[in-house]
């Protein structure tokens, strides 16, 4: 039998071959540990002292149904609200920043260094600028409010105030990674679309919302995932250094710090405390099947409306 011209090895124990390497990273890295996380959910085991007890379903009955249900129900509000806060905001901002900053003019490079900068810093480092920016004592922004209005709030230790600090801290740190796609996309615009619109009498604003923005949803699209997994999982350092998951708040806010989301909670109930493995890989169990929830909702509804035709 002829081998097709096209076929690039002549045995597939070649391919599999190069496939070893990236396959064993996968294995010991990403589904090992699912694995293992999956199976410690239904055990008691304590990180410290060693414990390792069966108890069945009684992690997962735990979280919706007891003691520690009203503090992880506010958690996962938390978690959505904070989400689609810095979704939205980091999308929408970036977006058009990036519109701005593709203009040619003078000192356009400097410009656009400036923006990307914030995504080269990590984001313990971003946490503390924050932290220092707001600091109730010295932070410049209560040094201006106390110079021109003699007023001093507690940006930190303030339920409502330390949440949107959060927010702005985590948004500012992201915004350079999307305006990074979003400056190679509107790049990569063909020309004689924007010259079209023109042409037609449109301006500006009417050239972005019916040109511009539809060319821009597969980069959109795309942004929308990376954010999505950012906001759950890589601000952490950043609730971690500005306010450790709290301040606590009054009822009905009052069972976990305002600040603790489901990725930091997880931190809180592995590591710290009771140490309890088994409860916190069941709250990952949880926090996997909500983005796998995003994500479905996301292909299967935003999906269909990307425009991937010039």
Not at 32 to 41: S, V
Not at 77 to 83: A, D, L, Y
Not at 235 to 248: K, N
Not at 286 to 291: R, T
């Amino acid at each position: 039998m002829n081998q097709d011209k096209n076929t690039i090895y002549r045995s597939s124990v070649t391919a599999w071959l190069y496939l070893l390497p990236t396959i064993f990273v996968l294995a010991v890295f990403i589904f090992y540990p699912a694995l293992r996380t999956f199976a410690m959910a239904f055990y008691r085991q304590n990180f410290y002292l060693g414990t390792h007890q069966f108890i069945g379903w009684e992690n997962f009955h735990n979280l919706f149904n007891g003691p520690f249900a009203p503090g992880f129900i506010q958690t996962c509000i938390q978690t959505v609200i904070f989400s689609v806060l810095c979704v939205s905001l980091t999308l929408m901002i970036s977006m058009i920043l990036s519109v701005l900053a593709n203009h040619k003019i003078r000192g356009a490079k400097i410009y656009r260094m400036l923006l990307i900068w914030p995504f080269a810093l990590s984001p313990a480092v971003a946490g503390t600028i924050f932290a220092y920016i707001y600091n109730p004592e010295v932070g410049i922004i209560n040094t201006t409010l106390r110079f021109l209005f003699n007023v001093q709030p507690g940006w930190l230790t303030n339920p409502i105030l330390a949440f949107v600090v959060a927010v702005f801290a985590a948004v500012w740190k992201n915004l350079g990674f999307n305006i990074v796609f979003y400056l190679a996309a509107l790049q990569n615009i063909p020309k004689d679309s924007i010259e079209a619109s023109k042409i037609d009498g449109a301006n500006e604003l009417q050239t972005f919302v019916h040109v511009i923005f539809p060319l821009l949803t597969p980069t959109s699209f795309f942004l929308l995932f990376t954010n999505i997994t950012y906001s759950l999982f890589d601000s952490f350092a950043i609730i971690d250094v500005l306010t450790r998951g709290g301040p606590m708040g009054q009822s009905p806010i009052g069972n976990v710090g305002i600040t603790t989301t489901l990725m930091y909670k997880i931190f809180l109930d592995g590591f710290g405390g009771s140490a309890n493995m088994g409860f916190a890989a069941a709250e990952t169990i949880i926090l996997m099947i909500i983005v796998a929830v995003f994500t479905l909702l996301q292909f299967g509804i935003l999906g269909k409306k990307v425009n991937y035709d010039f």
